[in-house]
């Protein structure tokens, strides 16, 4: 079993920049993929990127490369995702998931464990 907690949600003006952390916890000595998502009000959950076990295979969504960019310890069983020039149709709760192998995983149904999510706000 793994448990997610992710941090560093909060209000940003357009074009502003947050870094989301993604902790995991248990059975972290397997390898495993980690993803982003995202749902904004009254929207499907939606891919925002993913990167393998050693981070050497990452994907993005189409709409934020060049934007973001996601990254990982492994020495701190943690995930980054660094949102740069934000806008405001990036508003939404950003997940991040977990699943247990060494491929990267772009679909939501791929994924086994997520986190509680994190609010982020752009507005002007």
């Known amino acids: 079993q793994l448990q997610l907690v992710e941090s560093g949600g909060g209000w940003v003006r357009t074009g502003g920049s947050l870094r989301l952390s993604c902790t995991v916890s248990?059975?972290?000595?397997?390898?495993?993929?980690m993803g982003w998502f995202r749902q904004a009000p009254g929207k499907e959950r939606e891919f925002v990127a993913a990167l393998n076990w050693n981070g050497g295979n990452i994907y993005y969504h189409d709409s934020v490369k060049g934007r973001f960019a996601i990254s990982k310890d492994n020495t701190k069983d943690t995930a980054y995702l660094q949102m740069n020039s934000l806008k405001p149709e990036d508003t939404a709760v950003y997940y991040c998931a977990v699943r247990y192998g060494r491929q990267s995983y772009v679909l939501a149904v791929q994924y086994d464990y997520w986190g509680q999510g994190t609010q982020v706000t752009v507005s002007s």
């Open positions: 248990g059975r972290t000595s397997e390898e495993y993929g």
